[in-house]
């Protein structure tokens, strides 16, 4: 989030010289790119500005589907722009206005809404962008990679952003390099309640309607941003400085208990977790459980949402743990790139491995055999943990050979220098973007060892390992 000045400034005496004459070009002015530089999505995110902050207000209608939205996005320009990309799937755009006035844009291809402003912007001009824009959301369905975004469900509606997912419901730089704080406010029927990302701030009713406000004060990458709408029982506590909402679909919770059972469990898993990697990265946490029929639970920033239809019954310890353990590794500490998701998806299922010795069950080193006893064809052997692939990203290869990984490294360093590893890594990046090559580099640099050959037998090569 930092505006490189001078080196964009000296950047931009060369462009002087170089690019013909236009009514932009004149002055060095440039659009920004369609695309955020990622291999396996590079249509996603956009170039040429920083967003700093996205004001969403949305309004939905669940009978008929179809919600009205209108985002105020402050960004900084990165470089003298003349035009700048938002991704938006769907939806119908009603008007655009940079700094109050009123913008041209135009959409293409899947995603793509170029936003013409009257004026070009100036490198490191804090700018507004608002969008006002209605339709009806919907998922993208994907395979491999599955269910996201807009997600109907009987009474409402869910939001799951990661990988792409966001676009469907507001105009956002869909990268998760460009980390922004949030605010939310939600207007649905009164007798639904609206959850979001973060902190709740108020609720208000208006007739027939009411307004629910949140707010995410930490940056967050929009793969990690999260909407749900529908009947819930809610239930939330403040303790240790840290506001908890657990909200279970009213057809899957039973009683009070079952909700404070949750609720004890999230503060449990945390203090645990705080331990070993250090202070919580969030100042709210909790649980959103709901019937969404897309098979997994994500570990949306702050507040982490499960598929779940078993009405009575909570979802599982190892999910709770996994989703929570994200919190960190993920949603605090986030890969720039696709291809480095084992550094969440590694650490996340370890994670389930020390919980379960903890608890008295198998210990950490027996899961490793295990998973490491999978015959040389498994598909677990199968591409390169490092770069498994677009189509990969939530393969068994990532998970399980990412978990492989963190217990070859802390074997290779020893306990006490792993997780004092771990809490500096954490502290060091904390609300930034990193990538395996930062790893390996600062495991390193801290270890004071040599780690080419662990990283290049676990992480860059496929095939199983010898041990
Ligand atoms: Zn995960």
Redesign the pocket.
């Known amino acids: 989030m930092t505006v490189p000045r001078l080196l964009a400034a000296t950047t931009l005496a060369a462009s002087l010289v170089l690019v013909p004459v236009s009514a932009d070009a004149a002055v060095g002015y440039r659009p920004g790119s369609a695309g955020a530089g990622d291999p396996y999505f590079p249509k996603m995110g956009n170039g040429g500005y920083d967003v700093g902050h996205y004001g969403i207000r949305l309004e939905y209608a669940p009978a008929a589907k179809h919600l009205t939205g209108s985002v105020t996005i402050t960004a900084t320009a990165l470089q003298n722009l003349s035009r700048f990309n938002l991704d938006l799937r769907g939806l119908t755009v009603q008007s655009v206005r940079v700094d109050g006035k009123a913008a041209k844009w135009k959409r293409s291809g899947f995603q793509e809404l170029t936003v013409i402003p009257a004026k070009g912007l100036p490198l490191g001009k804090k700018f507004t962008v608002a969008i006002r824009y209605s339709g009806r959301p919907g998922k993208i369905a994907d395979e491999p990679l599955g269910s996201s975004g807009w997600i109907t469900t009987s009474d409402g509606a869910v939001a799951l952003n990661q990988p792409f997912g966001a676009a469907t419901w507001f105009p956002v730089n869909d990268t998760p390099k460009d980390k922004a704080t949030y605010t939310f406010a939600i207007t649905v029927p009164k007798k639904l309640t609206a959850l979001a990302n973060g902190e709740f701030v108020s609720r208000k009713v208006k007739g027939a309607k009411a307004v629910h406000r949140w707010r995410m004060r930490q940056p967050m990458s929009s793969e990690l941003s999260m909407v749900a709408i529908g009947d819930y029982e809610v239930l939330r506590t403040r303790s240790g400085g840290l506001q908890s909402v657990t909200a279970f679909d009213s057809s899957l919770a039973t009683s009070k208990k079952q909700l404070k059972n949750y609720d004890k469990k999230t503060r449990a898993v945390l203090k645990w977790q705080s331990k070993l990697f250090g202070p919580y990265p969030f100042t709210s946490t909790g649980g959103i459980v709901d019937e969404l029929n897309v098979g997994y639970?994500?570990?949306t920033q702050g507040r982490p949402v499960h598929d779940w239809n078993t009405p009575g019954q909570n979802p599982p310890d190892d999910l709770v743990v996994?989703?929570l353990a994200?919190q960190w590794f993920?949603d605090s500490v986030t890969p720039a790139k696709w291809r480095d998701i084992w550094l969440?998806?590694g650490f996340?299922?370890y994670t389930e491995w020390m919980w379960l010795e903890r608890n008295g069950g198998r210990t950490a080193e027996q899961s490793f055999l295990t998973a490491h006893s999978a015959g040389a064809g498994a598909d677990v052997w199968k591409g390169v943990l490092g770069n498994p692939g677009r189509d990969h990203i939530f393969d068994n290869l990532v998970?399980q050979r990412g978990a492989m990984t963190v217990h070859a490294l802390r074997k290779e360093l020893g306990d006490d220098v792993f997780f004092r590893l771990l809490r500096a890594w954490l502290g060091s990046y904390r609300g930034k973007t990193v990538s395996t090559k930062q790893f390996h580099a600062f495991a390193e640099k801290f270890s004071g060892k040599q780690l080419d050959g662990l990283f290049k037998k676990w992480v860059y090569t496929a095939g199983r390992p010898e041990l």
């Open positions: 639970s994500l570990e996994h989703e994200h993920g969440n998806e996340a299922t998970y």
